[in-house]
């Protein structure tokens, strides 16, 4: 399986993976998040989603994505409903694994493309 975690090396913590990978991509923006140590990403003006370490437990990733899509990423799996903001389309990815890092990129891909802007293999 190829990985989406190019030229990070997986001793890195995984919010740090995330955060280097997400940073490469054109019109992404980075900003400091509301809890200590989290990133949010923005992409033309709106909110993609967040990456923060949870103290004692896995790091997550909080997305933002449609309700419909957000439900089909539940059912696939791919993603928990957000336990704090349980608004549709809010969804939360663990990152306990490098299955779980490899999927919480692809999921902020999808929403990046989504937002208009192809993402190439950088």
Do not use: C
């Amino acid at each position: 399986m190829l990985s989406l975690v190019k030229d990070a090396p997986p001793e890195l913590p995984a919010v740090e993976r995330v955060r280097n990978e997400l940073a490469r991509w054109p019109g992404i923006v980075l900003e400091a998040g509301l809890m200590r140590g989290s990133t949010e990403f923005h992409h033309q003006g709106r909110l993609l989603g967040s990456i923060y370490p949870v103290a004692g437990g896995d790091p997550a990733a909080d997305l933002i994505f449609p309700p419909a899509i957000g439900d089909a990423l539940i059912a696939q799996r791919r993603a928990q409903r957000h336990a704090l903001v349980p608004l549709p389309g809010w969804v939360t990815v663990r990152l306990a694994s490098e299955a779980d890092i490899e999927n919480a990129i692809s999921l902020f891909r999808e929403n990046y493309q989504r937002h208009g802007r192809p993402l190439r293999a950088l």
